[in-house]
Nanobody
Framework: VQLQASGGGLVQAGGSLRLSCAAS????????MGWFRQAPGKEREFVAA????????YYGASAKGRFTISTDNAKNTVYLQMNSLKPEDTAVYYC????????????????WGQGTLVTVSS
């Protein structure tokens, strides 16, 4: 399984970005995908997750109301639309394949993308 994340960049506070994660390999053997982020000096934090049908979505507290996760099964791609970005959203964002029992813990994901940097300026 390979996961390729893209779409990060520099944006002003209040702006938007859309991250993409293209998956290849045995992606359908998993129940879904998630996005996590890690800021310098902090632990990796759950952002959002979705099953492959898109019917079940989950969000971390920092993402609710501002971020939207979506999937495109035909392209084996998961997206994270981020709106109303804040400087505290600055982090490396990772996509990952869910393999465990919860949607929120890093331990329940087995394959990770390389990460894409999001920088939000004030």
């Amino acid at each position: 399984v390979q996961l390729q994340a893209s779409g990060g960049g520099l944006v002003q506070a209040g702006g938007s970005l859309r991250l993409s994660c293209a998956a290849s390999g045995r992606t359908f053997s998993s129940s879904g995908m998630g996005w996590f982020r890690q800021a310098p000096g902090k632990e990796r934090e759950f952002v959002a997750a979705s099953n492959w049908s898109g019917r079940a979505t989950y969000y971390g507290a920092s993402a609710k109301g501002r971020f939207t996760i979506s999937t495109d099964n035909a392209k084996n791609t998961v997206y994270l639309q981020m709106n109303s970005l804040k400087p505290e959203d600055t982090a490396v964002y990772y996509c990952a394949r869910r393999a465990g029992s919860t949607w929120y813990r890093t331990e329940d994901y087995d394959y990770w993308g390389q990460g894409t940097l999001v920088t939000v300026s004030s």
